[in-house]
């Protein structure tokens, strides 16, 4: 079975500057999904960045990025230039490619804070 | 995104009595995921549907609850006879072809069993 860990429970950053949320991963596939979502306190679950398995290059969505380290079953997000909106819980998520059933397997989140 | 639309947003049940929770998927979108948030905890899986048709619901306990998505309507999460355990937010997600990688959230249905 696939698990997702978050090492980080909660994390705080200043406006403006950078920070890095941790995901770890474990799985025997080889061909998978890797997503971050941002949950405000809205709790709307919304899609920051989605990083298919077979593709080498880190994705990247404006002032979120990814470093994808597939050897090391790493995924960390990037936020850069960090905005008070940023501020929500942030949860890594893994998904099998294709074969039945799709289901996102959540680690436990990040809480982000960002301060003025 | 707001296109799924779960309701009631917020649900009071006592424990006993059934909690039936809804959602309309995105137009075009004919399968739809249920998954259930404990506090400080990621989403769970619970279970996958496509029009009339339970595809997985490895996700759901066995007794109590139920899921269906009929052919015309929306998509229904019953739970019966609720108990303190089952409070927690429920969250439906669709997709027009299956694949995650391409859904969609809704906002959520929070239950509170008193």
């Known amino acids: 079975a696939q698990t997702v860990t978050q090492s980080q429970p909660e994390m705080s950053v200043q406006e403006a500057e950078t920070v890095t949320l941790s995901c770890t991963y474990d799985?025997?596939?080889?061909?998978?999904?890797l997503f971050w979502y941002k949950q405000p306190p809205s709790r709307q679950m919304i899609l920051v960045i989605r990083?298919?398995?077979?593709?080498?290059q880190n994705a990247t969505e404006n002032r979120f990025s990814v470093n994808f380290q597939k050897a090391a079953k790493s995924f960390s997000l990037k936020i850069s230039d960090s905005q008070l909106g940023d501020t929500a819980m942030y949860f890594c998520?893994?998904?099998?490619?294709?074969?039945?059933?799709?289901?996102?397997?959540f680690g436990k989140g990040t809480k982000l804070t960002v301060n003025p | 995104n707001a296109g799924v639309m779960q309701n009631p947003r917020h649900l009071v049940r006592r424990r006993g009595q059934e909690a039936r929770l809804r959602c309309s998927p995105m137009k075009g979108h004919s399968h739809v995921y249920w998954y259930r948030q404990l506090p400080e905890e990621g989403l769970k899986f619970m279970v996958y549907?496509?029009?009339?048709?339970?595809?997985?619901e490895s996700g759901m306990p066995k007794e109590r609850f139920s899921a269906e998505f009929p052919k015309e309507g929306p998509s229904i999460l019953r739970i019966q006879q609720v108990v303190r355990g089952d409070s927690a937010a429920y969250f439906c997600?669709?997709?027009?072809?299956?694949?995650?990688?391409?859904?969609?959230f809704g906002q959520g249905t929070r239950l509170t069993v008193v």
């Open positions: 549907l496509q029009k009339e048709n339970i595809i997985d």
């Open positions: 799985t025997s596939e080889s061909n998978y999904y």
């Open positions: 990083q298919e398995a077979y593709k080498q």
């Open positions: 998520a893994f998904m099998k490619h294709k074969g039945g059933s799709e289901k996102l397997v």
């Open positions: 997600a669709s997709s027009p072809s299956g694949g995650l990688n391409e859904a969609f």
